[in-house]
């Protein structure tokens, strides 16, 4: 069973950053892709980073540029630094994993966390 659970969100302006942190529970984290989506209200989930295996990132147009994903593997965890924060970036932000082939936003996902809200004021 992996467990995932996120941290860091909370409101800031724009302009501002923010760093989430997604805590992995399970032996290891390693062998696992893993994904940082986001939800606003009323608008369909869409990815944002990927963090692969074997440390190879991806981006979606949203995230380049402003957005690092990095993982701790000592410590099982999965961050995501976003800079230059806008309102557009407000929304619920979610981690994910699979232990499947291959590493994008599109793949199928089977572990989830809780979400944690970020708020960009303008």
């Known amino acids: 069973q992996v467990q995932l659970v996120e941290s860091g969100g909370g409101s800031v302006q724009a302009g501002g950053s923010l760093r989430l942190a997604c805590a992995m529970s399970t032996s290891t984290s390693s062998g696992y892709c893993m994904a940082w989506f986001r939800q606003a209200p009323g608008k369909e989930r869409e990815g944002v980073a990927t963090?692969?295996?074997?440390?190879?990132?991806t981006y979606t147009d949203s995230a380049k540029g402003r957005f690092t994903v990095s993982k701790d593997n000592a410590k099982k965890i999965l961050y995501l630094q976003m800079d230059t924060l806008k309102p557009d970036d407000s929304a619920m932000y979610y981690c994910?994993?699979?232990?499947?082939?291959?590493?994008?936003?599109?793949?199928?996902?089977?572990?989830w966390g809780q979400g944690t809200q970020v708020i960009v004021s303008s």
């Open positions: 994910a994993a699979h232990s499947g082939w291959g590493c994008t936003v599109a793949d199928d996902f089977p572990y």
């Open positions: 963090f692969d295996f074997d440390g190879a990132t």
